[in-house]
């Protein structure tokens, strides 16, 4: 199953801490892998939006309205690869409804 069918929702992991640098990015910390991931700001953009309350098309539709010039066609799959990341990397969790 792709993570972005059915309805599925994001939320973060409790356990991963967050350093916000600037409004520019920031840094991911996940104490469970020792693992750290960079954020620019659209990542963390959408780090924030997994508060287990979005599914993937909302997610989504929250980078087209807030961002201006996104490639409409290629938003939802970089969007689904970007998410598995993290969720691969132990993140955020998916909740499969």
């Known amino acids: ?31 469970d892998t020792n693992q750290i991931k960079v954020l620019n700001h659209t990542g963390l953009f959408i780090w ?13 539709n929250a980078i087209r309205e807030s961002y201006e010039d996104v490639p409409e066609d290629q938003v939802s799959d970089q969007v689904e690869t970007y998410i598995s990341g993290l969720a691969n990397g132990g993140f955020i969790g998916v909740a499969e409804e």
């Not at 972005?4 to 996940?30: A, C, H, K, M, W």
């Not at 924030?48 to 993937?56: R, W």
């Open 48 to 60: 924030k939006l997994c508060d287990g309350t979005h599914d993937m098309a909302a997610i989504a």
């Open 1 to 31: 199953m792709s993570i972005n069918e059915g309805t599925s929702s994001y939320s973060r992991n409790p356990d991963v801490v967050l350093r916000e640098e600037d409004i520019d990015g920031g840094l991911l910390f996940n104490p």
